[in-house]
């Protein structure tokens, strides 16, 4: 038991202020709300734009002729209609929209349209199919601009409508409608909103789960609606080899790294359009470790017949059934026994995978000789046990006697010290103010390169090399009255192990620092630092010898700590 004290300087109190660092973010206005006159009245739907292989598109250049290879209304204007045709309108603000100047983009269509790409050509919604030739919607603009450029929420729109139209029928006055934004030689929808269509990715695998390791799985995931883009393979939140391309709706990748356990597996689909949300298709897939690989072990006995007490020469030689390959030297061991029980020595294969002992104590009469093969990784390796083999000792010239040989091997023990005690204590020294005036420090080597012998010395002479842990304790410290410094401001750090020249212990033994996270008030509870615990601060799996621990106490404690000298009971103990 060891005792630590300190003199404390004169204490100045003072207060250190605390803040925080705070971001906040407002959310962002709209850039521009929906179209004045929105919702048109007259307008019985919306709009969307198709290019010549069918994928929607929510804007393009004002010089393509046409502007979209396909416009698709919403809705059914009026029954029987078999035509459509694409009209660009200039709005004007007061005014009715059915008021405002335009005039056609397109032709008259017919409708349905068997060889449009996809779903158009088996839709029976109106149809406009664009044709080269078409109006540019930069001849629309000369022809008929958007002269407002002040804030009320007209400047740079125009409306796009589609009607209908039949033999002997007039063109409808109600519309499917979209109203777009004009921004240099671009123009985009910005009115309804387009909205994204949902997808659903499915996962699979090939063969199922569960699979041994090392076998290659074949992730494979389907996306439906069968739309453009790629998909991500995972493994939990790693990725799967690079991004796959979705083709009809598929994609697929070969694995066969996938360790042992149970996985959870992703296919991440991200879409190349924005018309489309991503999703993502989950699977559970377990892999199996391979079972041991057979193994068969032969033994030879020679000679098979010697009078009692020769030495007989037993070889085993282990090889995988599989291939009759010879294990190597860090498979296994072999065992050898006598009529099945009694153990006549064991020897560790070569690399060729023979292990052999001689045994000389063999009584007369018969014995059956078996050697057990035994795997260093039971998950490698199955164990076998070769045929036995009889062998005879017969009756030696002259009868050996046999003599008993004892030895006791001491129990040791297993000690922890340090030259410090009540009469001759450790001082952690005066404590110093930091600039700050924030807190007081008091700090001392506990042993050191120099001299070790003043740190820890830990010394085990136990039997059997056996494991060890070293821990410390330490009170609060008390200047005899009521005054009290929180144990844990005291910490024990940059600990450094010192091995002892020609000692078997060289090597091994890990030693870790006991740190703290605060300044304690005296009546903070708790066991951070070396109050408590007991803290361990060095370890070893195999501990026969000598070892010194060498490090720094020190003791930070609050400023409104009163003067004075303060002594704790710092305790290390050994198991």
């Known amino acids: 038991m060891n005792r630590i004290m300190r003199t404390a300087a004169t204490l100045v109190l003072s207060t250190v202020a605390a803040g925080g660092v705070f971001a906040s973010f407002a959310p962002s206005a709209s850039a521009a709300g929906n179209p004045p006159w929105e ?3 007259s307008s019985a739907g919306g709009l969307s734009f198709y290019d010549s292989a069918g994928n929607q598109i929510a804007g393009g250049s004002i010089n393509d002729s046409p502007i979209a290879a396909f416009v698709q209304g919403a809705t059914t204007l009026r029954a029987g209609d078999t035509k459509a ?6 709005p004007v603000a007061g005014t009715s929209p059915g008021t405002w100047s335009g005039e056609a983009l397109s032709s008259s ?38 002269t407002d450029t002040s804030a009320d929420g007209y400047a740079g729109l125009y409306q796009l409508r589609l009607k209908t139209s039949a033999t002997g029928k007039p063109i409808t006055t109600s519309y499917d409608s979209v109203d777009i934004q004009v921004t240099g030689n671009n123009w985009s929808i910005v009115y309804p909103a387009v909205a994204a269509t949902p997808t659903t990715t499915t996962l ?14 074949t992730l494979h995931a389907s996306v439906s609606p069968a739309v453009a883009g790629t998909v991500q393979f995972k493994d939990g939140s790693t990725n799967i080899g690079s991004p796959v391309t979705v083709t009809s709706g598929a994609a697929s990748i070969d694995t066969s790294t996938l360790s042992v356990g149970t996985h959870s597996l992703h296919a991440v689909f991200s879409p190349t359009s924005a018309f489309y949300t991503g999703s993502t298709g989950d699977a559970s897939f377990t892999v199996t470790a391979p079972p ?27 090889v995988k059934t599989s291939n009759s390959n010879p294990l190597g030297a860090s498979d296994g061991s072999v065992k050898f026994f006598d009529n099945g029980t009694t153990l006549l020595g064991s020897a560790n294969l070569d690399s060729s995978g023979t292990a052999s002992i001689n045994y000389a104590a063999f009584t007369v009469g018969s014995h059956s000789i078996t050697a057990k093969f035994v795997p260093a990784d039971a998950a490698t390796y199955a164990t076998s046990t070769s045929p036995a083999v009889p062998f005879t000792a017969t009756q030696p010239t002259s009868t050996p006697h046999a003599q008993t040989v004892d030895v006791s091997i001491p129990a040791g023990s297993l000690t922890i010290t340090t030259p410090y005690d009540t009469t001759n204590p450790f001082h952690l020294g005066n404590a110093q103010l930091d600039p700050k005036h924030s807190k007081f420090t008091a700090s001392n080597a506990f042993g050191d390169n120099a001299n070790p012998a003043n740190g820890v010395s830990i010394t085990d002479t136990r039997a059997g090399n056996q494991a060890w842990t070293a821990s410390a304790t330490v009170t609060d410290f008390t200047d005899g009255s009521s005054d009290v410094i929180n144990g844990q401001n005291l ?4 600990l450094t192990v010192g091995y002892v020249q020609g000692d078997a212990l060289q090597s091994g033994v890990t030693a870790t620092d006991v740190t703290n996270s605060a300044i304690y008030a005296p009546s903070d509870s708790g066991s951070d630092g070396l109050k408590g615990g007991p803290h361990a601060f060095a370890t070893t799996p195999h501990g026969d010898g000598s070892v010194f621990i060498d490090g720094l106490l020190k003791l930070v404690a609050p400023t409104s700590t009163p003067a004075g000298t303060y002594t704790a009971t710092l305790t290390f103990t050994i198991a």
């Open 204 to 217: 699979t695998t090939t063969p199922g789960s569960p699979q041994e390791a090392g076998t290659t799985v």
């Open 85 to 90: 045709t694409l009209f660009a309108y200039t």
């Open 39 to 41: 919702p048109d009245p």
């Open 491 to 494: 910490t024990f750090t940059g």
């Open 109 to 146: 269509t017919p409708y349905p349209n068997s060889s449009a790409p996809g779903s158009l050509g088996t839709s029976t919604l109106p149809l406009v199919s664009g044709a080269s030739g078409d109006e540019t919607f930069a001849t629309y603009i000369s022809d008929f601009p958007n």
């Open 292 to 318: 041991a690989a057979g193994t068969t072990t032969a033994l030879s006995v020679n000679p098979t017949t010697a009078p009692a007490f020769t030495s007989v020469a037993l070889t085993a030689n282990v």
